[in-house]
């Protein structure tokens, strides 16, 4: 079956960086792009970026453009989200989602499977 | 002020139906599809429907979505007590060119 597993707790000070990673198994790694989605205690879920597991290519939501860095590593199948110059309103729970479905396809594209999540706490 | 806006909260009694709404605008919900995500405490979120009104294998037909123009409702039928949950509206936003969530609803059940 599909599973998405993360890499373990973090904390980390301000002005850090983190590097979260994201095990895929169950299905061809390439075939399908991951997203990182993270929540801060108490709040929706905010988007962060994806990745095309194919060619590498990504893409970032501008409220992190120049942050975030997301890369994979074909082998083994691991996406790895990478966020710089920590602050405390980073601390929130981190998690890598599968996109099915494509751009233009009627029922467009939803994330159908989850990390468990990983939780990244900044403090001083 | 919020992408995509749910109700804070909805409650309602075993057996009940209830129903969730996700209002946004022309550039998110009234050009994209829409999807939804059941929360419980604690874990990851899980799919519940994709593509406004389809259900991934293992959903209960309970669920049922819907959408017309810039706004969707999920619907809960036959309401259990393992419905509770926190429920997201989900959709790209072609504007922001990024994927956004609406604040989330607290489903209590009685």
């Known amino acids: 079956q599909v599973q998405l597993v993360q890499s373990g707790a973090e904390v980390k000070e301000p002005g850090a960086s983190v590097k979260v990673s994201c095990k895929a198994s169950g299905y061809t790694f390439t075939t399908y792009p991951i997203h990182w989605v993270r929540q801060a205690p108490g709040q929706r879920p905010e988007w962060m970026g994806l990745i095309n597991t194919g060619n590498g290519n990504t893409r970032y939501s501008q409220n992190f453009q120049g942050r975030v860095t997301i890369t994979r590593d074909t082998s083994p199948s691991t996406v790895y989200m990478e966020l710089s110059s920590l602050r405390s309103e980073d601390t929130a729970v981190y998690y890598c989602?599968?996109?099915?479905?494509?751009?233009?396809?009627?029922?467009?594209?939803?994330?159908?499977?989850w990390g468990q999540g990983t939780l990244v706490t900044v403090s001083s | 002020q919020s992408v995509l806006t749910q109700p804070p909260s909805a409650s309602g009694t075993p057996g009940q139906r209830v129903t969730i709404s996700c209002s946004g605008s022309?550039?998110?919900?009234?050009?994209?599809?829409l999807n939804w995500y059941q929360q419980l405490p604690g874990t990851a979120p899980k799919l519940l429907i994709y593509g406004n009104n389809q259900r991934p294998s293992g959903v209960p037909d309970r669920f049922s979505g819907s959408k017309s123009g810039t706004s969707a409702s999920l619907a809960i039928s036959g309401l259990q007590s393992e419905d509770e949950a926190d429920y997201y509206c989900?959709?790209?936003?072609?504007?922001?060119?990024?994927?956004?969530f609406g604040g989330g609803t607290k489903l209590t059940v009685l």
């Open positions: 989602a599968r996109q099915r479905g494509y751009f233009g396809y009627d029922f467009g594209r939803w994330f159908d499977s």
């Open positions: 022309s550039s998110n919900i009234g050009s994209n599809p």
């Open positions: 989900a959709t790209w936003d072609d504007s922001l060119n990024g994927w956004v």
